[in-house]
């Protein structure tokens, strides 16, 4: 048995002979053209060709993985007509009398070698994708075939690295898993096994040979282990876990487009935290009901500077128009404590959790504020918003926050832009203060939605940051129970609704207490949205109630 480890970027369990990608090769002829004009006109010929290939895979790539992995090969078409890569082209065809297909081989490279000298590992992955271009344009200019298995069963396909084209042509039905010498896990071909629900593990390195060809190999897409000829008790582990995850997702899968609905009847909201707009295919992917909470300050995190009102505009705009009408809750900017930004130049704090953060920000710097209300607003107009302010702790906080909301809208009134009419404005509940005082709050805000992460870490005083503090820092502690069970209590009692976005909301072993109480919506990570489903589904509230709250109330071993 010969055991290697990578780096597991797509979960799933897969075994079949191990295969090597063939690539087709095709020897780079070089020589003079004795007619330039020619030569170009050919080379333009292809990169029309490719251009169309393109087009035809973006289509595939929309269909089997979503608008995302489609992106991709719409951005190759466009960099297959780069200015800077077809003047290179041009100048080794017209000035050098270099055939085609040598011409463009150098200029991939070229370009290719600058992307690798980048620092940023964006741009450094870009590399493959330049050389996937050429590659595609040489191709044509070759007349070779492109890709394709000759196996006449499916196999564990290993390479050096799978250009993302490479991945979204091949039969998947001749594909159980992936292995790559290299790559990284943000790759796009990593991001497109995943979304195919292919396993694959990357950065094995020179650990697979090619004499291991043709051998069983089992791969755990969960771990990044690979086993070549597998001893019989590694075999059948394996083999279980297998059957295990694909009962489960099978089992799951079918849970898809079901309400839901607890045995007795109680529904409750299954919606997705997010935390940029491209993680809106996944939320689609997995049936979340809408986004209980996109985390805004992630639009700031990923700029050097501070974001403009168009630049958020468009990203809050995506977000509602991909979620086609489904509600969208965007919380404003939540940075401070363990979000730190250095082009806020905020001053070091002894106690920055206690400090000038989120909401706090927003009301002293009112600009910053503004330029995102304006862009949430205008953006309103493209499908279902609610605008929710973090980090409340007193009621006037979000008597001002709102004013600012209603000096943004009739600003934009006055400008003739237009916005939606309907836009809920919520809190929400992380401070003990927000917590106790959720019966005031209730009457100003139109739901509450409770940051359990946050509200756990200020009930117990323990820092949420710090590992060390293990089992003092219990989400399942009485004391946050009982605040959770007032704030649903109240929020109901003014009429407005109560969820959970909080890392708790997932929490399986609490689904029962959450429904008991009436929770209204638990907003989770998109990959939890159908075991939770499940549990809903799998639950009976009234035969729970009375007792569970009970229960938990007057748990001594925890209290
Ligand atoms: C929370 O505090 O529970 C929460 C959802 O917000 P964050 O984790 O982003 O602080
Ligand atoms: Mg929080």
Excluded at 290 to 298: A, C, D, N, Q, T
């Amino acid at each position: 048995m010969i055991s290697i480890q990578g780096k597991g970027v797509s979960t799933g369990v897969a075994a079949g002979p191990l295969y090597f990608y063939q690539r087709a090769k095709s020897t780079i002829r070089r020589y003079e053209v004795a007619d330039r004009e020619a030569e170009w006109e050919r080379f333009k010929a292809a990169q029309a060709k490719a251009i169309d290939q393109l087009g035809v895979l973006a289509e595939k790539a929309r269909a089997e993985a979503g608008d995302e992995a489609a992106l991709l090969f719409e951005t190759h078409q466009m960099m297959a007509e780069d200015m800077d890569y077809e003047e290179a082209i041009e100048g080794f065809i017209k000035e050098s009398g270099l055939n085609a297909e040598a011409a463009v081989t150098d200029a991939g490279a070229i370009q290719a070698d600058a992307f690798a000298a980048m620092d940023d590992d964006y741009f450094k992955a870009r590399a493959a994708d330049v050389k996937d271009i050429s590659g595609r344009i040489v191709g044509i200019l070759c007349g070779v075939v492109q890709g394709g298995i000759d196996s006449d069963v499916p196999v564990v396909l290993a390479a050096d690295d799978l250009a993302p084209s490479e991945t979204v042509q091949l039969d998947k039905s001749k594909i159980l898993g992936f292995i790559t010498s290299g790559g990284s896990g943000s790759s796009h071909t990593a991001i497109l096994a995943r979304t195919m629900g292919i396993p694959a593990i990357i950065g094995v390195g020179d650990q697979l040979k090619s004499e291991y060809e043709g051998r069983e190999v089992i791969v755990d897409g969960g771990t990044g282990s690979v086993v070549i000829d597998a001893d019989e008790e590694t075999r059948e582990r394996l083999m279980k876990k297998r059957a295990e995850l694909i009962k489960r997702q099978e089992l799951l899968n079918q849970l898809k487009g079901q309400p839901n609905v607890s045995k007795d009847g109680h529904e409750v909201r299954i919606y997705c935290n997010i935390g940029n707009p491209e993680d809106v295919h996944a939320v689609l992917e997995n049936d979340g009901g809408g986004i209980g909470l996109f985390r805004s300050e992630f639009l700031y995190l990923n700029c050097d500077d501070y974001p403009t009102e168009d630049y958020q505009f468009e990203a809050y705009k995506k977000v509602l128009s991909d979620m086609g009408g489904k509600e969208v809750v965007i919380r404003t900017l939540d940075i401070g404590a363990d979000k730190m930004i250095e082009y806020f130049q905020l001053p070091k704090e002894e106690n920055p959790a206690l400090g000038n953060r989120a909401l706090r920000i927003c009301l002293n710097r009112p600009e910053i504020f503004r330029t995102q209300l304006r862009a949430l607003y205008r953006a309103s107009a493209y499908g279902k918003l609610s605008i929710m302010f973090p980090m409340v702790a007193s009621v006037w906080e979000v008597k001002e926050a709102k004013k600012m909301c209603e000096s943004v809208k009739a600003e934009l009134t006055a400008e003739g832009i237009p916005f939606s009419d309907d836009v809920d404005v919520g809190i929400m509940i992380e401070t003990p203060a927000a917590a106790v005082i959720s019966d005031r709050l209730a009457k100003v805000v139109d739901f509450f939605s409770i940051g359990t992460n946050d509200l756990t870490q200020y009930t117990l005083a323990c820092d949420r940051q710090n590992n060390d503090l293990g089992r003092f820092f219990n989400a399942h502690h009485p004391a946050v129970l009982r605040l959770i069970k007032l704030v649903a209590e109240n929020a109901h009692k003014e009429g407005i609704w109560c969820g959970i976005c909080g890392e708790l909301g997932a929490d399986l072993e609490l689904t029962e207490t959450f429904l008991s109480i009436g929770i209204d919506e638990l907003s989770v990570s998109p990959r939890s949205v159908l075991p939770l489903r499940q549990k809903v589904r799998e639950t009976e509230v009234a035969a729970v109630k009375e007792k569970l709250i009970d229960d938990l109330m007057s748990d001594m071993n925890t209290l």
